[in-house]
């Protein structure tokens, strides 16, 4: 879990660990941003769809599954776009969730750029964000600030074990044991 960037940090060097947060933030955004278009590219091969996911978070801990978050996220996907809606935004206190009416689109741009829009249809804004892959490596010099904080602050890494996490089908409610899990709808005539 060390990188280059504690190293620098670290050592002190703020030469050697802003050349490092540099290439790292242009190597970042060029690759997601390629990878972006093309996964959004290769999704227009694949029948439209809409999916519901609900999700519920879960521990071994007496009464801590009851603050543990969960939430219901919608997600429709056609032609080469995907809309993902949910509501669980953030963690406001010790116990208490922050819900948002929002969703996140992923869409190719006229011009064949990723874009990711934010929406929150509570405020009624959207910010979108184009993800380029042709930026110059001068565009990604590091936030103002940033190096300061790196060379004052205590190291950190944070870690998120993928390998234990489950994914569950479930049916609720009575007639579900009765009817078949697989379902298709048509809005709108499509």
């Given amino acids: 879990m060390w990188s280059l960037s504690n190293e620098a940090a670290a050592l002190k060097n703020e030469d050697f660990l802003f050349e490092v947060i540099h ?4 190597q970042r955004a060029t690759r997601g941003a390629r990878t972006m278009k093309n996964i959004l590219e290769r999704l227009n091969d694949v029948p439209d769809f809409f999916c519901e996911m609900n999700w ?13 978050p969960s939430d219901c996220y919608n997600v429709y996907k056609k032609g080469s776009s ?7 935004a953030s963690f406001d206190d010790e116990t208490h969730w922050v ?6 689109v992923f869409r190719l741009n006229a011009e064949g750029f990723a874009e990711f829009v934010t929406m929150d249809h509570d405020e009624k804004v959207a ?30 890494t944070s870690y998120i074990d993928v390998d234990n996490i489950g994914f569950e089908r479930t049916s609720r409610g009575f007639l579900s044991w009765f009817t078949s899990p697989e379902s298709t709808e ?4 499509i």
Avoid at 23 to 26: E, F, I, K
Avoid at 99 to 104: D, E, I, L, Y
């Fill in 23 to 26: 290439h790292r933030d242009y």
């Fill in 99 to 104: 819900r948002v009416n929002q969703s996140f």
């Fill in 127 to 156: 910010d979108v964000q184009v993800l380029r892959d042709d930026n110059s490596f001068e565009y990604f010099n590091p936030i103002e600030g940033d190096m300061e904080f790196r060379m004052n602050n205590p190291i950190s």
């Fill in 56 to 68: 519920d978070f879960s521990s071994w801990v007496p009464f801590l599954t009851q603050i543990c």
């Fill in 82 to 88: 995907v809309r993902i809606d949910t509501t669980l």
């Fill in 186 to 189: 048509s809005v709108q005539g």
